[in-house]
């Protein structure tokens, strides 16, 4: 075990090259819907149980088919109506279970990343091999059912091994040369793009995803009502949207169906996204486009820029 | 770390429909608009939980939420959930008969047994009662062996049939915790519907060993129990979230057909002075709006086939 992950630098929040948007935009925001399959009956990992209850966890599983059966459709109309292209963290597997979904997020030329096979199949004990294999399963089933090159990856339920970020890039090599797995959400240092040190030296970012704003830490870690969540995505953006004008920021928030879209719980949603696109120097994008955009632009000067700051 | 077998990247279920074979994959926005009685939108299923919570409790599998969590004798939580069913029920009835509601009662069999009272004072009001299990820390849970299961079923369901003089058709498990085989063993004992999975906002058909039984959406986010005391969110925000959840589920129902909201509420939480007016500002809000439709469950249930 190491005292330290070795992705990054210390690279201070002030006096970095600017990041200017398209279109002279401040912030980069995206939203990212995790759509999941959770198993009703997973196997067991000597790392993580995967249910409070032995089997059948009812009460965990069926509230997150709820999301898949009520909520997406609810939280769709909701990203369309404010003109918002939702950047899926995808259980892959959920394209074999529930190909109708996929097929209503692909109409509207959503972004598909990897978040894995299954959000109850952890990577805790899976030696490099298998690592990759889940991976590249996962990469394969993106390509196969939406014909996307899936560029970016939250490892599944948020495990980890110390290879997750080198072998995603491997595998996105493999498969796509640099047109695939060149961003990370796994990371949250920072609220702009850092390019990451990886093995295999591919040009590689970490993109904030922020768990502060992620809906189910809001709702079932710290309890928050409803009202109280959308004044914090609302504070988040005001304070992020004006030092944007100096630093050129980056605002995410990830969401699950069966938190956000809950009837008592979406009137608060909706109101952020209202507030936050009703802004002028917004740019509303995906996960994809902001990765590459910061890629072609920006990493380079970054690099330079980390490299003259390390004492 | 240490090394997984292959078999774990393995997926045996991986095939389209869900992992298991108790009900179909159906997105809700997909399915035949539902008309409720006299054109209304919204059918408002007030779910009353009367609940023996045991002093002896022995905490198997788990310790049931709202039960003892202090060393015996826990007269603290004991008396409190007690409270509810003195108390704070004649608040709820006071309330429900001034808005109109129509309450199902959910009632763990152990306290129809020991207060014949109340149970006859809702025989005469001739409201709905389903089971609610034989008492909260009569578990159903994996793994339980499946003779003592069926027993507990049905001991629950004989006893609360012969008490109330109604034929109980509805079932919730306490804790709405289940085992493998809960809907086999509700469905042989005469259940035809049952409130334990929260995975959908309508009733949809659940397939049992002894034929198909329906999941009524009786919701826990929206349970006072939840917000106030898994949430600890005041008793004025869990007002708020309701009436904001009454006004999305109305507005839904206008383009894609009847929706229900389900309210499960506790005497114990609800029915306490300085909460009860909280209850008493939802409902005048929700039966304000003139395509609500106060209903039981199985009057719901009837109306949706």
Same mark, same amino acid.
Not at chain 1, 97 to 115: A, T, V, Y
């Given at each position: 075990?190491?005292?330290?992950?070795?992705?990054?630098?210390?690279?201070?929040?002030?006096?970095?090259?600017?990041?200017?948007?398209?279109?002279?935009?401040?912030?980069?925001?995206?939203?990212?819907?995790?759509?999941?399959?959770?198993?009703?009956?997973?196997?067991?990992?000597?790392?993580?149980?995967?249910?409070?209850?032995?089997?059948?966890?009812?009460?965990?599983?069926?509230?997150?088919?709820?999301?898949?059966?009520?909520?997406?459709?609810?939280?769709?109309?909701?990203?369309?109506?404010?003109?918002?292209?939702?950047?899926?963290?995808?259980?892959?597997?959920?394209?074999?279970?529930?190909?109708?979904?996929?097929?209503?997020?692909e109409?509207?030329?959503?972004?598909?990343?990897?978040?894995?096979?299954?959000?109850?199949?952890?990577?805790?004990?899976?030696?490099?091999?298998?690592?990759?294999?889940?991976?590249?399963?996962?990469?394969?089933?993106?390509?196969?059912?939406t014909?996307?090159?899936?560029?970016?990856?939250?490892?599944?339920?948020?495990?980890h091994?110390?290879?997750?970020?080198?072998?995603?890039?491997?595998?996105?090599?493999?498969?796509? +040369? %640099? *047109?695939? #797995?060149?961003?990370? =959400?796994?990371?949250? @240092?920072?609220?702009?793009?850092?390019?990451? $040190?990886?093995?295999?030296?591919?040009?590689?970012?970490?993109?904030?995803?922020?768990?502060?704003?992620?809906?189910?830490?809001?709702?079932?870690?710290?309890?928050?009502?409803?009202?109280?969540?959308?004044?914090a995505?609302?504070?988040?953006?005001?304070?992020?949207?004006?030092? +944007? %004008? *100096?630093s #050129?920021?980056?605002? =995410?928030?990830?969401? @699950?169906?069966?938190q956000?879209?809950?009837? $008592?719980?979406?009137?608060?949603?909706e109101?952020?996204?209202?507030?936050?696109?009703?802004?002028?120097?917004?740019?509303?994008?995906?996960?994809?486009?902001?990765?590459?955009?910061?890629?072609?632009?920006?990493?380079?000067?970054?690099?330079?820029?980390?490299?003259?700051?390390?004492? | 770390?240490?090394?997984?077998?292959?078999?774990?990247?393995?997926?045996?279920?991986?095939?389209?429909?869900?992992?298991?074979?108790?009900?179909?994959?159906?997105?809700?926005?997909?399915?035949?608009?539902?008309?409720w009685?006299?054109?209304?939108?919204?059918?408002?299923?007030?779910?009353?939980?009367?609940?023996?919570?045991?002093?002896?409790?022995?905490?198997?599998?788990?310790?049931?939420?709202?039960?003892?969590?202090?060393?015996?004798?826990?007269l603290?939580?004991?008396?409190?959930r007690?409270?509810?069913?003195?108390?704070g029920?004649?608040?709820?009835?006071?309330?429900?008969?001034?808005?109109?509601?129509?309450?199902?009662?959910?009632?763990?069999?152990?306290?129809?047994?020991?207060?014949?009272y109340?149970?006859?004072?809702i025989?005469?009001?001739?409201?709905?009662?389903?089971?609610?299990?034989?008492?909260?820390?009569?578990?159903?849970?994996?793994?339980?062996?499946?003779?003592?299961?069926?027993?507990?079923?049905?001991?629950?369901?004989?006893?609360?049939?012969?008490?109330?003089?109604?034929?109980?058709?509805?079932?919730?498990?306490?804790?709405?915790?289940?085992?493998?085989?809960?809907?086999?063993?509700?469905?042989?004992?005469?259940?035809?519907?049952?409130?334990?999975?929260?995975?959908?906002?309508?009733?949809?058909?659940?397939?049992?060993?002894?034929?198909?039984?329906?999941?009524?959406?009786?919701?826990?986010?929206?349970?006072?129990?939840?917000?106030?005391?898994?949430?600890?969110?005041?008793?004025?925000?869990?007002?708020?979230?309701?009436?904001?959840?009454?006004?999305?589920?109305?507005?839904?129902?206008?383009?894609?057909?009847?929706?229900?909201?389900?309210?499960?509420?506790?005497?114990?939480?609800?029915?306490?002075?300085?909460?009860?007016?909280?209850?008493?500002?939802?409902?005048?809000?929700?039966?304000?709006?003139?395509?609500?439709?106060?209903?039981?469950?199985?009057?719901?249930?009837?109306?949706?086939?």
């Amino acid at each position: 075990m190491k005292e330290d992950p070795g992705y990054y630098d210390y690279w201070p929040y002030e006096n970095r090259p600017k990041i200017e948007w398209p279109n002279g935009a401040q912030l980069a925001f995206w939203v990212a819907p995790n759509i999941e399959y959770y198993e009703l009956d997973p196997p067991a990992n000597p790392y993580r149980t995967p249910w409070p209850q032995p089997h059948p966890a009812v009460s965990g599983y069926s509230i997150r088919d709820w999301g898949n059966r009520v909520g997406h459709i609810r939280q769709m109309e909701l990203l369309d109506k404010y003109g918002i292209r939702g950047s899926i963290s995808l259980s892959a597997a959920l394209c074999d279970h529930h190909p109708e979904i996929i097929d209503m997020c692909e109409e509207r030329n959503w972004e598909f990343f990897s978040h894995g096979v299954y959000n109850t199949r952890y990577t805790y004990g899976m030696n490099e091999q298998q690592e990759r294999d889940m991976i590249k399963d996962a990469m394969e089933s993106i390509l196969k059912h939406t014909g996307q090159k899936c560029a970016g990856y939250l490892a599944p339920a948020l495990s980890h091994s110390e290879l997750t970020l080198d072998l995603f890039a491997e595998v996105g090599t493999e498969m796509f +040369g %640099a *047109e695939g #797995g060149f961003y990370s =959400c796994d990371l949250f @240092h920072d609220d702009q793009p850092t390019p990451i $040190h990886l093995r295999s030296g591919k040009r590689f970012v970490s993109i904030p995803y922020s768990l502060e704003m992620n809906d189910t830490i809001a709702y079932l870690v710290q309890k928050v009502p409803p009202r109280q969540y959308g004044k914090a995505l609302k504070d988040n953006f005001d304070r992020l949207y004006a030092e +944007g %004008a *100096e630093s #050129g920021t980056i605002m =995410c928030i990830p969401t @699950h169906n069966y938190q956000v879209s809950c009837a $008592h719980r979406i009137k608060a949603y909706e109101e952020a996204l209202e507030y936050i696109t009703g802004h002028s120097k917004v740019w509303v994008t995906t996960g994809r486009e902001i990765a590459s955009y910061y890629l072609e632009h920006y990493y380079d000067a970054a690099l330079a820029d980390i490299s003259a700051k390390q004492i | 770390m240490s090394k997984l077998d292959n078999k774990y990247l393995h997926y045996p279920h991986r095939s389209y429909g869900m992992d298991h074979n108790r009900y179909e994959w159906s997105m809700l926005s997909t399915r035949p608009k539902v008309s409720w009685p006299e054109g209304k939108l919204l059918a408002l299923w007030v779910n009353v939980g009367l609940q023996f919570f045991p002093l002896n409790q022995r905490g198997v599998p788990f310790k049931v939420p709202g039960g003892m969590t202090k060393p015996y004798p826990d007269l603290r939580h004991y008396s409190l959930r007690d409270y509810g069913n003195r108390v704070g029920i004649y608040r709820f009835l006071k309330a429900f008969d001034q808005y109109g509601i129509k309450p199902t009662f959910a009632v763990s069999t152990r306290l129809a047994e020991r207060t014949p009272y109340l149970i006859d004072k809702i025989k005469e009001r001739g409201d709905e009662i389903i089971c609610h299990g034989y008492h909260m820390d009569a578990l159903h849970y994996g793994g339980q062996d499946k003779v003592e299961e069926a027993e507990l079923v049905e001991k629950a369901l004989d006893g609360l049939r012969k008490m109330t003089g109604q034929d109980v058709k509805g079932w919730i498990s306490p804790a709405k915790n289940e085992s493998a085989n809960t809907p086999d063993l509700l469905a042989a004992n005469g259940i035809t519907y049952f409130c334990d999975w929260v995975n959908d906002d309508m009733p949809y058909v659940f397939q049992t060993q002894h034929g198909p039984i329906t999941a009524m959406p009786l919701s826990t986010e929206l349970e006072d129990y939840f917000i106030i005391l898994n949430n600890l969110h005041s008793a004025e925000s869990w007002a708020e979230q309701i009436c904001d959840a009454c006004d999305f589920l109305l507005q839904e129902a206008k383009t894609q057909g009847g929706r229900i909201l389900s309210l499960n509420i506790h005497p114990w939480v609800l029915g306490q002075p300085h909460r009860i007016g909280q209850l008493e500002k939802v409902l005048d809000y929700i039966c304000s709006k003139r395509e609500v439709w106060p209903a039981y469950a199985g009057e719901i249930l009837a109306a949706f086939k």
